[in-house]
């Protein structure tokens, strides 16, 4: 057991836009590990998502003889449970991907590495935008498959529809995880629970009007009302409303800068706690 | 180089005045102390000494809450990005992904640090310590010391010029505790590593260490070779120095031992 010593430079550079991508890299290549060798997990993630909108999809059948709005636009509530289902996957994306580092006790090892904290986030991002595509992936396919519902039908506005979605999933995810990080795993339920706050004032199956009036400017300031309210605008009017995309895209900045903020805040709190090398189960 | 701490050309760690304290409790109340380039250093003390608080800081995990930390020049409170690369460690109380095999483990970590030509150097590292049969299976399905063996694989992946060892060798059987402190000893000979070691085994100790710096509660209370504090003290081996710090039976003063400071 000898070693074998190599002299010269045996590192690729470390700075710059390439080094940043190679570790942001190697942060994926660790989830799709774990991920690619557990099909309980895959399919859990598409599970969800899948039976969700089967059971929307039988109230539309049910409520479709009655309803004037479902007749004009059948795949409205496929189209906004799957929408929802892109906000609630993106942000337990990334809490999930944080928590797998916490179980494992493997945020020293990485913290130590040289892994800078914006790659460690936008790792997680990456994992949360490739467990969202697997899960609403999944349940698109069977939403086609079962009731002959294309929400790509939507066309342009799904593409701004997921993105604006999933960015506002992404600053609740942040925010979530520097939450777990402060108050340890006992705070895991977060993940799971957090998103259904704003459940209710987003208008998923409603428009924001039927909200108590005092209720209404609480929804407005959340991205995820201003897509719904579009989504319906597209379905039931065939228009595309610039002016909550607008709204939508404002507030993501803003919600964003504050889950990375937040997260930023925990990080630094851990370190001067020294919880990054004895967090785990 | 930090403002304001005297060091020798060949230092390799310049700790100065590092404090840190927890709520109510100073875990390290302002130690100082210099580890020689290419040589092996133990931090020793018992347990709630500050070894492994000490250690996290030096890696930046920890912030401190006063001091300076200089490692081969690099300012770690400021810049430590530059130097992360160039180092790297083990512990016993950091794991990895227990689902992952270890191919993928240390495939990870060589991605994350750099390394050039990532499998031919798992592979190498895999035949030096003995893991070619355990590349595909998971860690968590590995017993104790054939982590430990994986740990000390990851540590070495970049070819660290620094290299911080917290319990190197805990959970090894003594066949294969010996072949890794011959492998540590034998990289840090051929490729002149800096080695902060703690560990509780005076004999590793004893073997691999050029200096011993000496911790209680949160004090460097002596430093020296082991040949010195073995003489200091005068004591048979290292376990009884050992003993003697970790019980605070001894006024270190009336030993004439060198200051930290002056030793720095």
């Given at each position: 057991m000898q070693p074998v010593l190599?002299?010269?430079?045996?590192?690729?550079?470390?700075?710059?836009?390439?080094?940043?991508?190679?570790?942001?890299?190697?942060?994926?290549?660790?989830?799709?590990?774990?991920?690619?060798?557990?099909?309980?997990?895959?399919?859990?993630?598409?599970?969800?998502?899948?039976?969700?909108?089967?059971?929307?999809?039988?109230?539309?059948?049910?409520?479709?003889?009655?309803?004037?709005?479902?007749?004009?636009?059948?795949?409205?509530?496929?189209?906004?449970?799957?929408?929802?289902?892109?906000?609630?996957?993106?942000?337990?994306?990334?809490?999930?991907?944080?928590?797998?580092?916490?179980?494992?006790?493997?945020?020293?090892?990485?913290?130590?590495?040289?892994?800078?904290?914006?790659?460690?986030?936008?790792?997680?991002?990456?994992?949360?935008?490739?467990?969202?595509?697997?899960?609403?992936?999944?349940?698109?396919?069977?939403?086609?498959?079962?009731?002959?519902?294309s929400i790509f039908a939507l066309g342009f506005p799904l593409i701004d529809f997921f993105c604006l979605l999933l960015a506002f999933g992404w600053s609740i995810g942040l925010a979530v995880s520097a939450m777990i990080l402060r108050w340890g795993l006992g705070a895991e339920e977060l993940a799971w629970a957090a998103i259904f706050l704003v459940a209710p004032v987003s208008g998923v199956y409603y428009p924001i009007s039927v909200l108590p009036a005092w209720l209404q400017p609480v929804a407005w300031l959340l991205p995820s009302a201003h897509v719904f309210e579009g989504m319906r605008s597209v379905l039931l009017e065939g228009e595309f409303p610039w002016n909550h995309f607008w709204a939508a895209a404002g507030l993501d900045l803003v919600y964003l800068g504050i889950g990375v903020a937040t997260f930023r805040l925990a990080i630094n709190f851990a370190r001067v706690h020294g919880k990054l090398l004895q967090m785990g189960e | 180089m930090l403002d304001g701490v005297q060091a020798a050309a060949d230092a390799a760690i310049v700790v100065k005045d590092l404090r840190k304290r927890y709520d109510e409790v100073d875990a390290v109340k302002g130690i100082s102390f210099v580890v020689r380039a290419g040589t092996t250093t133990a931090l020793l003390g018992g347990n709630g000494a500050g070894k492994t608080t000490t250690l996290s800081m030096l890696l930046g995990v920890l912030t401190p809450t006063a001091g300076s930390i200089a490692i081969l020049g690099c300012d770690m409170l400021r810049d430590r990005y530059r130097m992360l690369p160039r180092m790297n460690f083990t512990s016993p109380y950091v794991d990895l992904p227990r689902r992952l095999t270890v191919g993928e483990n240390l495939r990870v970590f060589a991605d994350l640090y750099g390394v050039r030509e990532p499998k031919q150097r798992i592979a190498q590292l895999a035949g030096e310590f003995d893991l070619a049969g355990l590349l595909a299976r998971p860690y968590g399905n590995l017993s104790a010391g054939q982590r430990t063996r994986v740990s000390l694989a990851k540590a070495l992946l970049n070819r660290p010029e620094v290299l911080l060892l917290d319990e190197p060798t805990a959970s090894l059987d003594p066949d294969i505790g010996d072949r890794m402190r011959t492998y540590l000893e034998h990289y840090q000979r051929e490729s002149r590593c800096t080695m902060l070691l703690a560990s509780h085994n005076m004999g590793e100790v004893e073997r691999m260490c050029d200096d011993v710096i000496m911790l209680r509660e949160g004090l460097v209370v002596n430093q020296g070779s082991p040949h010195d504090l073995i003489e200091r003290y005068g004591r048979e081996n290292m376990d009884e120095v050992f003993l003697d710090i970790a019980r605070g039976g001894t006024d270190e003063s009336e030993l004439g031992a060198p200051t930290p400071e002056v030793a720095a």
């Open positions: 190599d002299s010269g430079a045996c590192l690729h550079p470390q700075t710059g836009l390439a080094a940043s991508a190679r570790r942001v890299r190697a942060l994926v290549r660790r989830h799709a590990y774990l991920l690619l060798k557990s099909w309980p997990r895959l399919v859990s993630m598409a599970y969800y998502p899948t039976v969700t909108m089967v059971l929307w999809a039988f109230l539309t059948i049910y409520l479709k003889p009655t309803t004037n709005f479902l007749q004009d636009a059948p795949g409205f509530f496929i189209g906004a449970v799957l929408l929802w289902d892109v906000l609630f996957r993106g942000q337990l994306g990334v809490s999930l991907t944080f928590i797998e580092e916490m179980y494992s006790r493997n945020l020293g090892n990485l913290f130590v590495s040289p892994l800078r904290l914006s790659e460690f986030i936008a790792g997680q991002l990456t994992m949360s935008v490739l467990r969202t595509l697997i899960g609403v992936g999944g349940a698109c396919f069977f939403a086609w498959l079962l009731f002959r519902y | -």
